[in-house]
C-alpha cells in the first residue's frame, strides 16, 4: 500500500489549496478514504472521509463548510479542496486509507496558513 500527498503550501488565511493523494498497491475502489491532520503539539484529527463508491462523506465540525472531499476511482486519487483557510487549519495532511479507522497513512503533506 503507498499513499503519497500532495499540494500542500503556504497560504494566506482566506486562500484555498487543493490536496491530492495517490494510491498505489491495493485496490482503491474498494476502500474508503479520509484525510487526517496534525497540528504542531496536537494529536491527529480526522479531517474528512469518504466511502468507497463516493456517496457519503463526513466532515469535522472545524472545516464543515469549507472542505469538500472527493474521489476519483479511475485515477486511484483522492482531494481535498480546502477552501477559506484560517491560521488554525495548519497542519500536516495525511491521506489514509479507511473511514474511522485509519489502516495506512502516507507521509503527509505540509498546510501553512499565514499571513
Known amino acids: 500500500v503507498q499513499l503519497l500527498e500532495s499540494g500542500g503550501g503556504l497560504v494566506q488565511p482566506g486562500g484555498s489549496l487543493r490536496l491530492s493523494c495517490a494510491a498505489s498497491g491495493f485496490t482503491f475502489s474498494n476502500h474508503a478514504m479520509s484525510w487526517v491532520r496534525q497540528a504542531p503539539g496536537k494529536g491527529p484529527e480526522g479531517v474528512s472521509s469518504?466511502?468507497?463508491?463516493?456517496?457519503?462523506?463526513y466532515y469535522a465540525d472545524s472545516v464543515k463548510g469549507r472542505f469538500t472531499i472527493s474521489r476519483d476511482n479511475a485515477k486511484n486519487t483522492l482531494y481535498l479542496q480546502m477552501n477559506s483557510l484560517k491560521p488554525e487549519d495548519t497542519a500536516l495532511y495525511y491521506c489514509?486509507?479507511?473511514?474511522?479507522?485509519?489502516?495506512?497513512w502516507g507521509q503527509g503533506t505540509q498546510v501553512t496558513v499565514s499571513s
Open positions: 469518504i466511502n468507497s463508491g463516493g456517496g457519503s462523506t
Open positions: 489514509a486509507r479507511g473511514y474511522w479507522k485509519h489502516e495506512y
